[in-house]
């Protein structure tokens, strides 16, 4: 049974930087593909970026490609997002999810949830 807990959330000036990281436990994290996602208020979840679980693909969002970088430490069972050039349409909560597939997942593969971390970029 796998648990994710998403952290590194917090209120940030335009152009600025922040870290996301997602820890798993009650599972190893390699057999997980991870996904990050977000929602702001009034607006639809939209994907934002994934690593595979074994071979290292990576997917980024149109948005946030070059000022977005995922990672994963298996030995630590944690991904982190690391976030540039924040944006105001940045500001969203992030939520980390986890799919038991090889390469990019879709949608509906994702099994597991966290409970989010709010973002917000504002000067």
């Known amino acids: 049974q796998l648990q994710l807990v998403e952290s590194g959330g917090g209120l940030v000036q335009p152009g600025g930087s922040l870290t996301l990281s997602c820890t798993a436990s009650g599972s190893t994290l390699d057999y997980w593909s991870i996904g990050w996602f977000r929602q702001a208020p009034g607006k639809e979840r939209e994907g934002v970026s994934c690593?595979?679980?074994?071979?290292?693909?990576?997917y980024y969002a149109d948005s946030v490609k070059g000022r977005f970088t995922i990672s994963r430490d298996n030995a630590k069972n944690t991904v982190s997002l690391r976030m540039n050039s924040l944006k105001p349409e940045d500001t969203a909560v992030y939520y980390c999810a986890a799919a038991p597939v090889t390469g990019i997942p879709l949608i509906g593969q994702y099994d597991s949830w966290g409970q989010g971390t709010q973002v917000t970029v504002s000067s």
């Open positions: 690593i595979s679980r074994s071979e290292g693909l990576t």
